[in-house]
């Protein structure tokens, strides 16, 4: 089991940009298939990208397709997600997962705290 720690949430204004980081305890981060997902107010959880052991394949949901971009760095074990063009609609809490040995991101094993992500109109 590892350990995920989010950074880089905040409050940015319609069409500005954050990068959210994720960084992982452990030896083994290239073992993980790592992603993002997020929760907005009254809403469920919904994936928003992943990228494989490797970094070598990335997924993205069609409502932030074109607009973010997800990134790995296996030498800091660390997760990044870079949103650009920021919506209204983009706010929520937003919460690194990883899954060991596989390159699919169902069911996830590790979660972390989540960090807020608000933009304003």
């Known amino acids: 089991q590892v350990q995920l720690v989010e950074s880089g949430g905040g409050l940015v204004q319609a069409g500005g940009s954050l990068r959210l980081s994720c960084a992982v305890s452990?030896?083994?981060?290239?073992?993980?298939?790592m992603g993002w997902f997020r929760q907005a107010p009254g809403k469920e959880r919904e994936f928003v990208t992943k990228i494989t052991r490797s970094g070598g394949r990335t997924s993205y949901s069609n409502s932030v397709k074109g607009r973010f971009t997800i990134s790995r760095d296996n030498a800091k074990n660390t997760v990044y997600l870079q949103m650009n063009s920021l919506k209204p609609e983009d706010t929520a809490v937003y919460y690194c997962?990883?899954?060991?040995?596989?390159?699919?991101?169902?069911?996830?094993?590790?979660w972390g705290q989540g960090t807020q992500v608000t933009v304003s109109s």
């Open positions: 452990g030896r083994t981060f290239s073992s993980y298939t």
């Open positions: 997962a990883a899954k060991r040995d596989s390159d699919s991101l169902l069911s996830p094993s590790s």
